[in-house]
């Protein structure tokens, strides 16, 4: 079995900064690519960043310049830095991970329970 657990998150005022961590455990015998996500109350689960085994990156518009994605595959986790932060960016954070288990032959997807990030004004 693979958990994911995310820590970090909280409450910033707007032009602040915080650091998710993402950290994986179980029976992993390694992970490709790890992303987070984010759903704002009212609205659709958006996709914020990703990493690729390769640690090539990618991010979406509106965090695009303000966050960054890293990895640390000896740990088994995810980073995201969050600057410059907005009331905008206030939502559950979630990370996801493709995980191949010593117990399978292929990739499965595995999710963290989230973090709240909230921004005040």
């Known amino acids: 079995q693979v958990q994911l657990v995310e820590s970090g998150g909280g409450l910033v005022q707007a032009g602040g900064s915080l650091r998710l961590s993402c950290a994986a455990s179980?029976?992993?015998?390694?992970?490709?690519?790890w992303g987070w996500y984010r759903q704002a109350p009212g609205k659709q689960r958006e996709l914020v960043a990703t990493?690729?085994?390769?640690?090539?990156?990618s991010y979406s518009d509106s965090v695009k310049g303000r966050f960054t994605i890293s990895r640390d595959n000896a740990k088994n986790t995810v980073y995201l830095q969050m600057s410059s932060l907005k009331p905008e960016d206030t939502a559950v954070y979630y990370c996801?991970?493709?995980?191949?288990?010593?117990?399978?032959?292929?990739?499965?997807?595995?999710w963290g329970q989230g973090t709240q990030v909230t921004v005040s004004s």
């Open positions: 990493i690729s085994s390769g640690a090539s990156t």
């Open positions: 996801t991970a493709e995980v191949l288990a010593y117990s399978t032959t292929w990739f499965n997807d595995y």
């Open positions: 179980g029976s992993i015998f390694s992970i490709n690519a």
